[in-house]
């Protein structure tokens, strides 16, 4: 039951400070908060990286723009990569496409 009340602690945390982030840049504001609950929720350094990764694709993929435009076509991509290379490999289908979608979105925006 601890465990429960500090990783919620955490949670609503990170969401606060997120908000204000997001105010600066959507895309580092959705990586720290990523990398916040991943950091709280997992149990390594790859969880929190994970986080990170995914976070800072779904603020990407939330701007506006062509810059927006571009994150979103990234992450349609990544996900389906990142989807059939976890299968392949024997993981969860669901992680990879989340992980692929994250690193497909920053790509796009940064092509952009």
């Known amino acids: 039951m601890k465990k429960v009340k500090y990783i919620s602690s955490l949670i609503l945390i990170s969401v606060m400070f997120s908000g204000n982030l997001y105010a600066?840049?959507?895309?580092?504001?959705?990586?720290?908060?990523?990398?916040?609950?991943?950091?709280?929720?997992?149990?390594?350094?790859?969880?929190?990286?994970?986080?990170?990764?995914?976070?800072?694709?779904?603020?990407a993929m939330l701007k506006h723009g062509e810059t927006g435009k571009a994150a979103r076509t990234g992450g349609a991509v990544g996900a389906a990569v990142g989807g059939v290379a976890a299968a392949a490999t024997g993981k969860s289908v669901m992680k990879g496409a989340a992980v692929g979608a994250g690193s497909g979105a920053l790509v796009g925006e940064a092509t952009e």
Do not use: C, Q
């Open 24 to 59: 600066i840049d959507k895309t580092s504001g959705g990586a720290l908060a990523g990398a916040a609950i991943g950091a709280a929720t997992g149990k390594s350094v790859r969880s929190t990286a994970g986080g990170a990764v995914v976070g800072g694709g779904t603020g």
